[in-house]
Nanobody, 124 residues
Framework: HVQLVESGGGSVQAGGSLKLSCAAS????????MAWFRQAPGKEREGVAA????????YYADSVLGRFIISRNDTENTVYLQMNNLLPDDTAMYYC??????????????????WGQGTQVTVS
């Protein structure tokens, strides 16, 4: 398994920025992709962005395209989510996820093997 620890959440005003971090440890050698998901109260968990370890492929939900950037530092086994021009609709618990099987359907949470505990983002 891979242990994932998120950090960087907080409360910001609309238009502000936050940068989330996800530190991975444990059996990271077999991880094929990493992703950020979010879940607001009463809503389903939705994919925000994903990055594939064996290439430079990155993917974004339409709602965050142009505002959020996913990146990673492979040396430090850390994935980041830079969030700019935040909107109240971005308010949610944000989760980091790791997946060992390769697949193109990045936004389905059922396809991920390991999850972090989440970090809260509140935009007012």
């Amino acid at each position: 398994h891979v242990q994932l620890v998120e950090s960087g959440g907080g409360s910001v005003q609309a238009g502000g920025s936050l940068k989330l971090s996800c530190a991975a440890s444990g059996n990271t050698a077999g991880v094929m992709s990493m992703a950020w998901f979010r879940q607001a109260p009463g809503k389903e968990r939705e994919g925000v962005a994903a990055t594939y370890i064996d290439g430079d492929g990155t993917y974004y939900a339409d709602s965050v395209l142009g505002r959020f950037i996913i990146s990673r530092n492979d040396t430090e086994n850390t994935v980041y989510l830079q969030m700019n021009n935040l909107l109240p609709d971005d308010t949610a618990m944000y989760y980091c996820a790791a997946r060992r099987a390769y697949g193109s359907i990045w936004r389905d949470p059922r396809r991920y093997d390991d999850w972090g505990q989440g970090t809260q983002v509140t935009v007012s």
